[in-house]
């Protein structure tokens, strides 16, 4: 065995990311890598990034220009890109940024070890395949390391929806589900090592077909894990919202009370426009059909403004709609032309009226967000601690709405699950009592 190198990996874009980036640690540490929290004094430096939009992808070069001393101090110091933007544009990173000797896209992370001998030999060493075989299946089986009380696992990658705006369906590949004995198995083993609450993550986690009932199913599967406390699931598509995924949150008791549906725009026009494939009546209704078995839902949502085309009356009708709805949080960004995609070839909304309209949609989305946290104040909730907080003697932990919530009290530790009284609502969390 050749003597501990150590490996800073740093994380871009969606939960996926954070998901793949443990499951690479854990991939490079059977090829004796230790994880470092400092580029400083890293033998490999791997960058799993976003495409998401513009601004992402163009971080990725500005982080790897930063890069340059260290490698002229250390040229056995290998730099690698991973994920979306490694397989959005390839063998281009190598040419534009020659320190660059690894790239490996999203599903073939299980080929870095042998990429990773590659560089070393000195070759630029490159795979953005899409190969037949399961990455998950060819991991390394996680470490029986002890870990913190929430844990992402991914059972469902890619995208068949093409919204019009999209890079994710180029860079993630097509639709494909885990089996759910091996997600199953997942859990299970996360729940030994101190876990006590899973969320189910996919591009589409709601289209997952891994289970013969479906994303609904394997939840059902999964409550029966003693010791598992908590499940939830991101992100959702209004059209997968089938009728037993929306009756398990009226009646699986380990679901909890959150659910993050993108609509992207209230405008019909707009929906269209995107392909997203449905109305905005369509999504009041899943809504309403939420609501009436879980009348104590929060709903989190993305919202895109200034999409190609995009009107004031079109604008109206989003506000109108998150007027409707009442968001307990949401995500709201600008328009970005992605290249290859269908809207960036159409008629571009000016970039002044694109701010113009985020600033008003995230006004809006701070009110609700901020209203629906105060009304919690008096409260009782379950709160599931995960760590110190910044006072002497605080944890912080998150309630079933997904607020962080801040306790001060003796003898509380990670992984406890308690009941609180809610005191007090701050900028961006609650503050509570023991019950
Ligand atoms: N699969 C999820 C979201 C994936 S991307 C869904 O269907 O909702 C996460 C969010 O990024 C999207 O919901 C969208 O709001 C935003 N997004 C995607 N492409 C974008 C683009 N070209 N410009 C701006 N925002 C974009
Ligand atoms: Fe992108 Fe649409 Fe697929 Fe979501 S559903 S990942 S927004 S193409
Ligand atoms: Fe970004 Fe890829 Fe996730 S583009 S949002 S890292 S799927």
Redesign the pocket.
């Known amino acids: 065995m050749s003597a501990t190198k150590k490996l800073f990996i740093k994380t871009y874009g969606c939960q996926m990311n954070v998901y793949d980036s443990e499951r690479m640690a854990e991939a490079m540490g059977g090829q004796g890598y230790v994880t470092t929290d400092s580029p400083d004094d890293a033998d490999m430096i791997l960058l799993n990034t976003c495409h998401?939009?513009e601004k992402a992808a163009e971080k990725v070069y500005s982080e790897l220009g930063r890069y340059k001393g260290l490698k002229a101090e250390k040229p056995d110091l290998k730099i690698g890109v991973a994920g979306c933007v490694a397989q959005a544009e390839g063998a281009e990173i190598m040419r534009r940024q020659p320190l660059v000797d690894l790239v490996v896209g999203p599903q073939s992370y299980h080929r870095l070890p042998e990429l990773e001998a590659r560089a070393r030999a000195g070759e630029k060493a490159l795979d953005t395949d899409f190969p037949a075989e399961d990455k998950f299946d060819h991991l390394a089986a996680r470490p029986k390391a002890k870990r913190g009380p929430s844990a992402f696992l991914t059972v469902q990658e890619g995208?068949d929806k093409f919204c019009a705006?999209?890079v994710?369906p180029y860079t993630r590949g097509a639709e494909v589900s885990r089996p759910a004995d091996r997600i199953l198995a997942e859990a299970r083993d996360l729940v030994e090592r101190g876990v006590r609450e899973i969320t189910l993550l996919g591009?589409?986690v709601n289209a997952y077909h891994g289970h013969e009932r479906g994303l609904a199913g394997l939840i059902r599967d999964l409550a029966g894990i003693d010791g598992l406390a908590r499940i939830r699931f991101t992100?959702s598509?209004p059209n997968d919202m089938d009728d037993d995924l929306i009756a398990a949150h009226g009646d699986c008791d380990k679901l909890m009370p959150y659910l993050h549906l993108?609509v992207?725009s209230g405008s019909d026009r707009i929906l269209k426009r995107m392909n997203r494939q449905h109305t905005r009546d369509q999504y009041f209704a899943i809504i309403d059909r939420l609501r009436a078995v879980r009348p104590d839902l929060h709903l989190s949502g993305?919202?895109?403004v200034g999409f190609p085309e995009e009107t004031e009356t079109d604008f109206a009708d989003t506000m109108e709609l998150i007027e409707r709805v009442g968001y307990g949080s949401a995500f709201s960004?600008?328009?970005?032309t992605?290249p290859g995609t269908p809207a960036a070839e159409r008629d571009q909304v000016p970039e002044d009226i694109k701010d113009d309209r985020l600033q008003r949609l995230q006004a809006l989305i701070t009110r609700q967000q901020r209203a629906v946290q105060d009304a919690m104040v008096g409260r009782e909730v379950a709160v599931l601690f995960e760590k110190p907080g910044r006072m002497a003697g605080q944890m912080v932990g998150k309630s079933e709405h997904l607020h962080a919530v801040h306790v001060t009290a003796e003898g509380l530790a990670p992984g406890d699950l308690r009941r609180v009284r809610i005191v007090g609502s701050g900028p961006n969390s609650l503050s509570g009592v023991l019950i």
């Not at 960004?333 to 970005?336: L, T, V």
């Open positions: 998401i939009r995208c705006f999209c994710v591009q589409n992100t598509h993108p992207q993305d919202f895109i960004f600008k328009y970005s992605r």
